[in-house]
């Protein structure tokens, strides 16, 4: 186990910089923030220009630019942002549990909705239910997802003022944002666990476990569900790359104060430390994410555990 | 039966967070679309800031939303020794929000800052560069002695970079505590400040103009359009600074809510590349200019919230000419025009633009459609918008012709013109022309007023008849509001002062 996790966070270690190293590369090739932050300035020289390239350490080759962001990183200093000096690490700590939240809770929300309506279509495959929860999810799949935040937000905070449409003043702020991932991410989770329990189901341990009278439910949720969980936790885990940027989106529509918002707008602002401190923590969740889908293989399945 | 109490549970959850909170009484609150992340004067040079500086800072002059400058915490100002010095005479009992007193060498400290070191590392000093030094005569006057002319000091003396700071208070806690705990005299006090979220004040009852008559005032960072006009309809915003035009209407209908909709200081051109291709000519490019219908485009695209336009910039603008109409349109004589000059149907041209600025695409296609019209097709190409502005345009790397957009809160042509058209000037990498550049330096360097409306007014015809650019609209400058917040002394600059506001 010892070895597994070494070697795991040796690849962690290695993907962040490798994904650090091409952003920060990637976002220099694309403009000059002395140039951004004195657009409409009026009379701008050359040398003001370049006054303000040194006092944000520009003046400097790439390779040094990087590598003092790494070694400052690995202690937790990122650095301030160009736009205004606060210091990056209190952004990044503002923001991360804002989008942690958000991508637990939606994820929460969808696995309650999609796992008995994908159970229920896989047990009534073809009839009136599977088409029904097909067609439905197929509408899911297919609304962008900032449409149907907006269609949310008109329904449930302008003609029925139920829910504020945005930012965050507390938990009922969180609902729309939430909601709004949760019905994305459920489209293709249902269909997931259609498949996923189709195939289980057509297994002679079923079979078996109905012959022995076991009630319906036992067989459903005890028999096949545990059995189809790794490909879907498997599923899941690699969703939550997706979940993350479809967040960017989300958490712009609704300014939401998390990591997306963050990101957006550190890109536009060609604001580097910002931009690089955001990408080192949201590949760094992701990388922890995967590595808690290996954990949980070995909970659902003795088999794996007892390896 | 689960079901049922599901449903229970989750709508007893919802009333228990409850709905959306109403105003607090004498709140007033106010979305921007941007959080400059800095309220120190000398670090940005943001609207974003403008919209915010105005609450907690004062100038030494002050701008009305009518455009007049009048008395801030100076009470007079007089040219001295010919045009070399100004003095001026400050307000006495003023204090910062602090306790700290206000006086001359809190004037002194303020410029020395802004033109010394730390001046050098943010965006504002360029502007203030006419100023040599500030010398200290007694507590309450002070002399800024000017190394050359910059007819535009007093508008700039009367925002941003020139707000006037806390000696003691800066020296004490630091530049970097001061950019997140703003302390100036102003009629509101900060209170609070969430990084991208919010910023707080309360009202300064001690204010030397008189005490504002709302007790808090809140900002927040919204940069949705979208989202802001939600808000707003949600009656969660009393100000939404950004509207989109699509939700004009939406906001007109609502019985609590209303749009104000000001001349503005954002002009739209599309510049002509002059040294490609039949752009060089400029019957040609009179020719294309005469080939647009704007009204129409302001008219059904903008849905009316813009101006036609001569010359690159709106009609507050110092400088501006009600004389000079833009050429009509004429696709007749247009297309006559371009024969005469030899140019075939079917001549290639390119336009680039601001490829995320979704009104602006529109107005592309429509401009395409009518250059269709008169024989050119036109190609469309949209550049990420710093890519247009930091690369393509300086490097003059453009296509036949491409979206100039242009503000700024001073409200004078010479700050735009002189970058326009200027040789070698930054947005000027095509045109070179001795007489245009020596009537912007006239202007630039006279403190004569009348002579410099007239020059620049001169500049703008000059302009027309080169046809450097094909002069578009400026646009109105939008605002979202609660018709329950009274008073609010909207600016088209974006610069807030919401010391008479109230709400109800």
């Known amino acids: 186990m010892s070895v597994f996790l070494i070697k795991r966070v040796l690849q962690a270690v290695f993907v962040v910089l490798v994904v650090t190293l091409l952003v920060s590369y990637a976002v220099r090739l694309t403009g ?15 040398e003001d220009l370049a006054n303000i390239r ?56 969808s696995v309650l909705v999609s796992v008995p309506l994908g159970i229920q279509a896989a047990v009534h495959k073809g009839k009136g239910a599977d088409q029904c929860i097909r067609v439905v999810s197929l509408i899911g799949l297919s609304f962008p997802n900032f449409w149907l935040a907006i269609m949310l937000v008109l329904l449930l905070s302008i003609t029925f003022p139920l829910l504020p449409p945005s930012g965050w003043d507390g938990p009922a702020s969180l609902v729309l944002p939430a909601l709004t991932m949760a019905i994305i991410l459920s489209a293709t989770n249902v269909r997931l666990v259609r498949t996923a329990m189709l195939e289980t189901l057509s297994a002679q341990y079923i079979m078996v476990a109905r012959s022995k009278g076991l009630k319906e439910r036992v067989v459903l949720y005890k028999h096949a569900l545990r059995n189809c969980a790794i490909p879907l936790i498997t599923y899941i885990g690699l969703q939550f790359g997706n979940l993350i940027g479809g967040l960017v989106v989300i958490e712009k529509v609704f300014n939401w104060p998390g990591l997306g918002t963050l990101a957006f707008d550190a890109i536009s602002g060609r604001d580097y430390p910002v931009l690089q401190g955001t990408v080192t923590v949201l590949s760094l969740v992701i990388v922890a994410v995967n590595l808690l889908v290996d954990v949980a293989y070995g909970l659902v399945d003795p088999r794996i555990r007892n390896r | 039966m689960k079901l049922r109490t599901l449903l229970a549970t989750t709508s007893l959850i919802l009333a228990s967070l409850g709905a959306p909170s109403a105003h607090a009484a004498g709140t007033l609150t106010v979305a921007v679309h941007q959080d400059p992340g800095n309220w120190d004067p000398i670090a940005t040079f943001l609207v974003a800031w403008g919209s915010v500086g105005n609450q907690v800072f004062d100038g030494l002059l002050m701008r009305t939303p009518e455009m007049k400058l009048v008395p801030g915490l100076a009470t007079k100002w007089e040219f001295l020794d010919k045009n070399t010095k100004l003095r001026f005479t400050l307000r006495p009992n003023v204090k910062f929000h602090n306790g700290e007193a206000f006086d001359a060498e809190a004037v002194k400290f303020t410029f020395d800052r802004l033109l010394g070191e730390e001046g050098k590392k943010g965006p504002q000093q360029a502007n203030y560069n006419a100023i040599d030094k500030v010398v200290v005569v007694n507590p309450l006057t002070v002399d800024f002695i000017l190394k050359n002319p910059d007819p535009v000091l007093l508008t700039k003396l009367a925002g941003y970079g020139a707000m006037i700071v806390p000696p003691k208070y800066i020296k004490e806690k630091g530049s970097q505590y001061f950019g997140m705990n703003p302390v100036g005299t102003g009629p509101f006090r900060f209170t609070e400040y969430k990084p991208k979220i919010s910023l707080s004040f309360e009202r300064n009852a001690s204010y030397w103009g008189g005490a504002p008559k709302v007790d808090n005032l809140v900002y927040r960072f919204i940069s949705e359009p979208a989202t802001q006009a939600a808000e707003l309809q949600a009656g969660r915003l009393d100000v939404a600074n950004q509207i989109p035009l699509a939700m004009i209407e939406t906001i007109k209908k609502d019985s609590k809510l209303a749009v104000v909709s000001l001349d503005g200081p954002t002009a739209l051109a599309l510049r002509y590349n002059t040294q490609r291709g039949i752009m060089k000519d400029v019957e040609v490019r009179k020719a294309l200019t005469m080939a647009v219908d704007r009204e129409a ?36 004589k247009a297309k006559a025009m371009l024969q005469k000059a030899g140019v075939k149907p079917g001549a290639q ?20 459609g009518y250059l269709q019209a008169v024989g050119v097709t036109a190609t469309l190409k949209p550049y990420e918008t710093n890519v247009l502005l930091n690369d393509i345009i ?40 001795a007489k245009l550049n020596a009537l912007l330096h006239i202007q630039r360097n006279s403190w004569d007023q009348n002579l410099r409306k007239s020059t620049l007014q001169e500049i703008s015809r000059l302009v027309a008849d080169l046809a450097l650019e094909m002069p578009l ?22 610069r807030f002062r919401f010391v008479d506001a109230s709400v109800d």
């Open chain 2, 473 to 494: 609209y400026s646009l109105n400058t939008l605002y979202g509001v609660n018709k329950r917040a009274k008073n609010l002394a909207l600016p088209a600059d974006g």
């Open chain 1, 54 to 109: 040194t006092g944000l350490g520009l003046d400097r080759s790439f390779l040094a630019q990087y590598t003092d962001f790494v070694g400052h990183a690995l202690v937790g200093d990122f650095g301030r942002s160009f736009l205004g000096g606060t210091p990056v690490a209190r952004l990044l700590a503002d923001a991360l549990p804002a989008t942690l939240a958000l991508a637990l809770v939606s994820l929460f929300l």
């Open chain 2, 349 to 368: 041209i390119q336009i680039d633009f601001r490829g995320p600025d979704s009104n602006f695409r529109e107005v592309a296609q429509a401009v395409a």
């Open chain 2, 297 to 332: 485009i302001i008219k059904s695209i903008l849905l009316g919230q813009a101006r036609p336009i001569a010359s690159f910039q709106g009609s507050l603008s110092f400088g501006y000419d009600p004389a000079l109409k833009p050429l009509p349109y004429d696709p007749a």
């Open chain 2, 394 to 433: 300086p490097n003059g790397k453009t296509g036949e012709m491409w979206q100039n957009s242009w503000g700024g809160w001073t409200f004078d042509y010479d700050n735009t013109a002189y970058a326009m058209y200027y040789t070698k000037q930054r947005w000027n990498p095509f045109d070179d022309n």
């Open chain 1, 32 to 46: 000059d923030p002395a140039l951004m932050l004195t657009q409409g300035a009026g009379s701008v020289t050359e």
